[in-house]
């Protein structure tokens, strides 16, 4: 018996110290993000975003869900095609441009974070 309740517990904290990397990996690519925008020449604002992508890359290989990571990981990929874009735009000196382009990202981590929102009381009663 005591052996399944340890089993248990360390289950229990690697799901959370997935969960904890994965938490702080996101935070980092919001920093990132946010230079990035608030770049005030073209090289810092790839160099952002070039670091935004590799946090991006560490969160694929996060512990996502079973049900959720086909679609995590789509989100994740098309955050990546925007900030490469954006890179592409910057190259070319198009840096409000690449800003503007960047907005998109912000609409990408809303709709994706909602899936890994948990239900409301009201969805739990009454279903979706």
């Known amino acids: 018996m005591k052996f399944v309740l340890v089993i248990a517990v360390f289950l229990g904290f690697s799901v959370y110290a997935e969960s904890s990397d994965l938490n702080q990996i996101m935070k980092k690519m919001g920093h990132e993000y946010k230079l990035a925008i608030k770049a ?9 975003l070039e670091r935004f992508i590799l946090l991006i890359e560490q969160a694929k290989n996060a512990g996502f869900q079973a049900d959720k990571k086909a679609q995590s990981i789509e989100g994740l990929n098309k ?4 900030a490469k874009s954006a890179i592409v735009m910057a190259n070319k000196g198009q840096s409000d441009r690449a800003r503007k382009a ?7 981590r809303e709709e994706y974070h909602q899936l890994h929102e948990p239900p409301s009381v009201w969805e739990l009663l009454f279903g979706k």
């Open 79 to 82: 955050s990546i095609a925007v």
């Open 40 to 48: 005030e020449n073209r090289e810092q604002m790839i160099s952002h």
């Open 102 to 108: 960047l907005k998109e990202i912000n609409s990408l």
